[in-house]
Nanobody, 123 residues
């Protein structure tokens, strides 16, 4: 059974930092591209970042480039998102998701999400 558990969210002032973590089980983590996706209140899903199986290739949505860094530790089955220079627009529930395919980038699998971790950026 695929399980993902996100953590590390919280309330932070604008300009602050948070580091999100996502621990997974039930599948071979090192064989899947992974994603961070967020959903703000009253808004749709928004892709934030993805990372390939080895951590060598990453991509970010334009609004977080230069501020967020995605990484992974395959030995620990854990995905990370370092978020710096946070803005109120970053306020959302953040989910980590695996790819729908093994070994290639095929798009995130929404059913693989965990409970998410809330990030609130406010003064």
């Amino acid at each position: 059974q695929v399980q993902t558990v996100e953590s590390g969210g919280g309330l932070v002032q604008p300009g602050g930092s948070l580091r999100l973590s996502c621990t997974v089980s039930g599948f071979s983590f090192s064989n899947y591209w992974m994603y961070w996706v967020r959903q703000a209140p009253g808004k749709g899903l928004e892709w934030v970042s993805w990372i390939d199986v080895n951590g060598r290739e990453t991509k970010y949505r334009e609004s977080v480039k230069g501020r967020f860094t995605i990484s992974r530790d395959n030995a620990k089955n854990t995905l990370y998102l370092q978020m710096n220079q946070l803005k109120p627009d970053d306020t959302a529930l953040y989910y980590c998701l695996r790819d729908r395919s093994i070994g290639v980038r095929g798009g995130f699998e929404w059913s693989s999400r965990g409970p998410g971790t809330q990030v609130t950026v406010s003064s």
